[in-house]
């Protein structure tokens, strides 16, 4: 089992493009969430999937949107990049219920903005 | 609101010293408590989680909730723990599981 993978490794985009990253979760895993981390911070939660639907929010903008498939892959799109958006985008797996916090991460996907 | 604070962002000790990282946290339900490491070049990973109380690497963390914090220590620290590590914290509920991080703090074992 790989783990958890993302794809691609870098990006760099231009103000105002769109971006769609991808995730493919651990193996027998159903959940998937994303990260955003900025350079000198934590991790910081932008929603989670689960059964193909957004369970949980954060505190981002509508910019960014998400989506799960079938077989718990899952996708992140930013619409309209700003500067602010670069960053390092982190996708994590776990399975749903009490154990939730228990998250296996991928290596990221480092997207900058110019 | 949930929250996590690592007041450090750097703490330097030589191998053999004893090593506590602070966590301290606000949460209003029932919190879980980790603490993920990430080494040099390699992804994040859970290096505990306060309801397993168990020993990882010979770090230990217990949850204090009349303090709310969740310190991790080691009582001799050893080069190979040099890393980042983050305290970060969900809720039992189970509906919500996202993570909340705190800023992380570099552990640096000199020889």
């Known amino acids: 089992d790989a783990g958890v993978t993302q794809s691609p490794t870098h990006l760099i985009k231009t103000r105002g493009q769109q971006v769609t990253l991808r995730c493919s979760p651990k193996?027998?895993?159903?959940?998937v969430s994303w990260y955003q981390q900025a350079l000198g911070q934590g991790p910081q939660f932008i929603f989670q999937?689960?059964?193909?639907?957004?369970?949980q929010r954060g505190n981002f903008p509508d910019r960014f949107s998400g989506h799960q498939f079938p077989n718990y892959s899952s996708e992140l799109n930013v619409n309209a990049l700003l500067l602010g958006d670069s960053a390092l985008y982190l996708c994590?797996?776990?399975?749903?219920?009490?154990?939730?916090?228990?998250?296996?991460f991928g290596p990221g996907t480092r997207l900058t903005v110019t | 609101a949930q929250r996590v604070t690592q007041p450090e962002k750097l703490l330097s000790v030589f191998k053999g010293a004893p090593v506590e990282l602070k966590c301290n946290y606000s949460?209003?339900?029932?919190?879980?408590l980790f603490w993920y490491v990430q080494y040099s070049r390699q992804r994040l990973q859970l290096l505990l989680r306060?309801?397993s109380r168990e020993s990882i690497k010979g770090f230990t963390a217990d949850l204090n909730k009349g303090e709310t914090s969740f310190h991790l220590k080691k009582p001799f620290a050893q080069e190979e723990d040099s890393a980042m590590y983050y305290c970060?914290?969900?809720?039992?509920?189970?509906?919500?599981?996202?993570?909340?991080f705190g800023k992380g703090i570099t552990l640096s074992v000199r020889p």
């Open positions: 999937y689960y059964e193909e639907e957004e369970r």
């Open positions: 306060h309801i």
């Open positions: 193996s027998g895993h159903d959940t």
């Open positions: 994590a797996s776990s399975l749903a219920g009490p154990s939730g916090g228990e998250q296996y």
């Open positions: 949460y209003s339900g029932s919190p879980e």
């Open positions: 970060a914290l969900s809720g039992l509920e189970g509906a919500n599981s996202k993570l909340t």
